[in-house]
């Protein structure tokens, strides 16, 4: 009777086990998957679907290891974590906008961030993206390279002031805003028929003249200065370390300042093309020259980007420009993930100046569309001189009179003067010696001045570590880079 029982309790357990593996189907990717709503600094994907039980099953990822659960439906969802994201499996209406709410535990205390998710399988794409889909090239109002076919435009998350554009054949356009259209020629091709006379045809670069020199930390990044063979800084005046050092080997030269080029010494060097900075428009004689002698420029106007990693983004230019496009991407995904740490952070409300004197006694301060405000914001204070500036203007500095400063910044919680530009301030003296009505600022008399140092225009690769300093600054925690306290 017990054996009977027993082989009875078997088979239903076994039916049971069987019905059970029936009701999980595999799991297929869906066909398509959107977010919206949070900071827009933490992404989140939708790796995988299945069947379980008569429902949609969904795998949530958010590219942050700080969300422990997420609500849908009245139900909390518990995470898991694989390196930096967090991973939640849900249930899901398919092609229906749903509604899901994150807590992330990166500030002091939890917070709740709420997220519209759609999955769809099935669902027609959106109209912009079945036009990016069907288009055989990308669309603009330059004129097009005929005779090559385009495959691919390279993705870009901050960048604003260039595209890099794949065709067939290994050709590579560049095309900056507002500025140069590079064509990369591969090994042994020649310059294709009808070629737009807006585009410059090279084949990539082996002895560059490197005079943006916020660029220099960017190449250093791809392992690319042996492509460098000649700078407008001397040794001593470069704070990224390898283009130092390199110059001491004498494996780069100086080749005179942006303005004053030693072009005898370019010419016998075999230079290939003059990287300079938006400063050449000052001089366009050294530009005109420069093409004279066979040396193609271009300009770097990183500068112009609104957002901070919109400039780290252009090593991605450089790196196609020297073959190194899988380095470039690689750094690029470790500075993004960085910063992402302040995603979701509630804004502290602490207003923050970020100025420099000038020789004739104005005071010079970023242009709220700046990419320095936008670091501020990301690491968690409120930009003090939006209301001095203007929001139209094209220019990331604009001069404004003490008066105007005074009115602006004088409550302001924070000032951050930059020297990069300026003569450093080693002490209040300094700073009272440029106006005496700084004693009456409330950051002075809070102790809250900081000084940004020489090398911060140089290290373009490291404004994540900047952003890093201005939260520790405002926290009051954590140890600096960038930032000097003035005593």
């Not at 939640?88 to 906008?97: A, C």
């Not at 942006?258 to 050449?280: F, H, K, N, R, W």
């Not at 910044?409 to 300094?430: G, H, K, M, R």
């Given at each position: 009777?017990?054996?009977?029982f027993?082989?009875?309790a078997?088979a239903?357990?076994?039916?049971?086990?069987g019905?059970?593996?029936?009701s999980?189907s595999?799991e297929?990717?869906?066909?398509?998957?959107s977010f919206?709503?949070?900071?827009g600094?933490v992404?989140?994907s939708?790796?995988?679907i299945?069947e379980?039980e008569?429902?949609t099953?969904a795998?949530?990822v958010f590219?942050?290891p700080?969300?422990p659960?997420l609500?849908?439906?009245?139900v909390?969802?518990?995470a898991t974590h694989?390196?930096?994201?967090?991973?939640f499996?849900i249930?899901?209406t398919l092609?229906?906008?749903?509604?899901?709410?994150?807590?992330?535990?990166a500030?002091?205390q939890p917070?709740?961030v709420?997220?519209?998710?759609?999955v769809?399988?099935?669902e027609?794409?959106p109209a912009?993206?079945?036009?990016?889909?069907?288009?055989?090239?990308?669309?603009t109002?330059?004129?097009?390279?005929?005779?090559?076919?385009?495959?691919?435009?390279?993705p870009?998350?901050?960048?604003?002031?260039?595209?890099v554009?794949e065709?067939?054949?290994?050709?590579?356009?560049?095309?900056?805003?507002?500025?140069?259209r590079?064509?990369?020629?591969p090994?042994g091709?020649?310059?294709?028929d009808?070629l737009?006379?807006d585009?410059?045809?090279i084949?990539?670069p082996?002895?560059?003249?490197?005079?943006?020199?916020?660029?220099?930390a960017?190449?250093a990044?791809?392992?690319?200065?042996?492509c460098v063979?000649a700078?407008s800084?001397?040794?001593?005046?470069?704070s990224?370390?390898?283009?130092?050092?390199?110059m001491e080997?004498?494996?780069?030269?100086?080749?005179?300042?942006?303005s004053?080029?030693d072009?005898?010494?370019?010419?016998q060097?075999?230079?290939?093309?003059?990287?300079?900075?938006?400063?050449?428009f000052h001089?366009?004689?050294?530009k005109?020259?420069?093409?004279?002698?066979?040396i193609?420029?271009?300009?770097?106007?990183?500068?112009?980007?609104?957002?901070?990693?919109g400039?780290?983004?252009?090593?991605?230019l450089y790196?196609?420009?020297?073959?190194?496009?899988?380095a470039?991407e690689?750094?690029?995904?470790?500075?993004?993930?960085?910063?992402?740490?302040y995603a979701?952070?509630?804004?502290?409300?602490k207003?923050?100046?970020?100025?420099?004197?000038?020789?004739?006694g104005?005071?010079?301060?970023?242009?709220?569309?700046d990419?320095?405000p936008?670091?501020?914001?990301?690491?968690?204070g409120?930009?003090?001189?939006s209301?001095?500036?203007?929001?139209?203007?094209s220019?990331s500095?604009?001069?404004?009179t003490?008066?105007?400063?005074?009115?602006?910044?004088?409550?302001?919680d924070?000032?951050?003067y930059?020297?990069?530009i300026a003569s450093?301030?080693?002490?209040?003296?300094?700073?009272?010696?440029?106006s005496?009505?700084?004693?009456?600022?409330k950051?002075?008399?809070?102790?809250?001045?900081w000084?940004?140092?020489?090398n911060?225009?140089?290290?373009?690769?490291?404004v994540?570590?900047?952003?890093a300093?201005i939260?520790?600054?405002?926290?009051?925690?954590?140890?600096?880079?960038?930032?000097?306290r003035?005593?």
């Amino acid at each position: 009777m017990f054996k009977r029982f027993l082989a009875l309790a078997v088979a239903i357990a076994l039916f049971c086990l069987g019905a059970l593996a029936e009701s999980v189907s595999a799991e297929t990717v869906p066909d398509g998957f959107s977010f919206s709503g949070g900071s827009g600094r933490v992404t989140i994907s939708c790796p995988a679907i299945w069947e379980s039980e008569g429902r949609t099953m969904a795998r949530i990822v958010f590219s942050s290891p700080n969300y422990p659960t997420l609500q849908s439906e009245g139900v909390a969802y518990a995470a898991t974590h694989e390196g930096k994201t967090s991973i939640f499996e849900i249930p899901v209406t398919l092609n229906q906008d749903m509604e899901v709410v994150g807590t992330t535990t990166a500030m002091s205390q939890p917070h709740d961030v709420t997220y519209t998710i759609r999955v769809s399988v099935g669902e027609a794409a959106p109209a912009a993206e079945a036009a990016q889909a069907e288009a055989p090239a990308p669309v603009t109002d330059k004129a097009p390279v005929e005779g090559l076919e385009w495959l691919r435009r390279m993705p870009l998350t901050y960048a604003e002031g260039f595209s890099v554009d794949e065709y067939a054949g290994g050709y590579t356009l560049i095309d900056i805003v507002d500025g140069d259209r590079i064509l990369l020629l591969p090994d042994g091709a020649d310059v294709p028929d009808n070629l737009p006379a807006d585009v410059l045809a090279i084949h990539r670069p082996k002895n560059i003249y490197l005079a943006a020199t916020s660029a220099m930390a960017l190449f250093a990044r791809l392992d690319a200065l042996g492509c460098v063979g000649a700078s407008s800084l001397e040794a001593e005046d470069w704070s990224v370390e390898a283009a130092r050092a390199a110059m001491e080997a004498g494996e780069m030269a100086f080749a005179g300042k942006y303005s004053e080029p030693d072009y005898e010494l370019l010419i016998q060097l075999g230079c290939d093309l003059a990287v300079e900075s938006t400063m050449i428009f000052h001089t366009p004689k050294v530009k005109e020259m420069l093409e004279s002698l066979g040396i193609p420029v271009i300009v770097d106007r990183s500068s112009y980007e609104p957002h901070p990693l919109g400039r780290t983004e252009w090593i991605k230019l450089y790196g196609a420009l020297v073959g190194r496009e899988e380095a470039a991407e690689a750094f690029f995904a470790e500075k993004e993930a960085l910063i992402s740490q302040y995603a979701d952070y509630p804004n502290s409300e602490k207003t923050v100046a970020f100025f420099y004197m000038s020789s004739d006694g104005s005071v010079v301060v970023r242009n709220s569309t700046d990419y320095v405000p936008r670091m501020i914001e990301i690491a968690g204070g409120r930009y003090a001189l939006s209301d001095i500036v203007d929001p139209d203007s094209s220019r990331s500095s604009v001069s404004t009179t003490m008066e105007q400063f005074y009115a602006a910044a004088v409550d302001a919680d924070y000032l951050i003067y930059n020297t990069s530009i300026a003569s450093p301030l080693n002490s209040l003296a300094d700073l009272y010696a440029l106006s005496p009505l700084f004693a009456d600022f409330k950051a002075v008399k809070e102790g809250n001045v900081w000084c940004a140092g020489k090398n911060l225009y140089q290290e373009t690769d490291d404004v994540g570590e900047l952003i890093a300093d201005i939260h520790n600054m405002i926290a009051g925690e954590g140890e600096m880079r960038f930032l000097t306290r003035v005593e």
